[in-house]
């Protein structure tokens, strides 16, 4: 079983909709991070959380760590944010990333 | 700021050939560099965490012999495929932390595409 799940694994929506995607995780972590992969296969990191909630532009990303739950939200979304949308969990120390499998986003215009 | 490159951004070889990807932190010193690879329609998985001097750390399943990693300085991490085989084609992505791992902010390299043929 893969320590990182995301739902929903793909996902279409038309432009200007809210955009929630999902990350349930299942060890103690030390942060969560959210990244965004375009097709080129290019990575971003878009937020780097261990408690409570982060809003950057049109993108809010939430953590409950008891819950061991994260959501990432894009408001108004738009085409230009069609792209990969990845969780990853660090355990701490010096410990590299662990991935879930993504979410594979489409808005239409 | 926090800039990571990859160098080359694409490669193509020869079956049984060796291959050398850069990674570098442009702006910042890197305390630790993960090297992580991506199989087509797969997530990223971590291969080896490497920190500056000292030698790196290979997740289990990956062989320390074939994918050398060198951490030269605190800017620059390469990883060389050696005797690369068809099943190494993959995209190859380094990310550099300024803390400590997952305390850390990781950057993201833009990768590297390798296809061995």
């Known amino acids: 079983k893969n320590e990182v799940e995301q739902s929903p694994q793909n996902l279409t929506a038309q432009e200007g909709e809210f955009i929630t995607i999902n990350c349930s995780y299942s060890?103690?972590?030390?942060?969560l991070h959210w990244l965004q992969q375009h097709p080129g296969g290019g990575i971003v990191s878009l937020f780097m959380?261990?408690?409570g909630k982060k809003k950057h532009g049109r993108l809010i990303a939430t953590i409950n760590i008891q819950e061991k739950h994260s959501s990432l939200h894009i408001t108004a979304s738009h085409p230009r944010d069609s792209a990969v949308y990845i969780c990853?969990?660090?355990?701490?120390?010096?410990?590299?990333?662990?991935f879930g499998k993504g979410t594979h986003l489409i808005i239409q215009p | 700021g926090a800039v990571v490159s990859q160098h080359p951004s694409w490669v193509i070889c020869k079956s049984g050939t060796s291959v050398k990807i850069e990674c570098r932190s442009l702006?910042?010193?890197?305390?630790?560099m993960f090297w992580y690879r991506q199989f087509p329609k797969q997530s990223l998985m971590l291969m080896a965490t490497?920190?500056?001097?000292?030698?790196?750390?290979?997740e289990q399943g990956v062989e320390k012999d074939k994918f050398l990693i060198n951490h030269a300085s605190l800017t620059l991490s390469t990883l060389t495929v050696t005797s690369a085989h068809p099943e190494d084609s993959s995209f190859y992505i380094c990310?550099?932390?300024?803390?400590?791992?997952?305390?850390?902010?990781?950057?993201f390299g833009p990768g590297t595409r390798l296809t061995v043929t």
């Open positions: 990310s550099a932390t300024i803390g400590t791992g997952g305390l850390g902010e990781q950057y």
């Open positions: 490497s920190n500056e001097g000292s030698k790196a750390t290979y």
């Open positions: 702006d910042f010193q890197a305390t630790t």
């Open positions: 959380l261990s408690s």
């Open positions: 990853a969990i660090g355990l701490g120390g010096a410990d590299g990333l662990t």
């Open positions: 060890v103690g972590i030390s942060a």
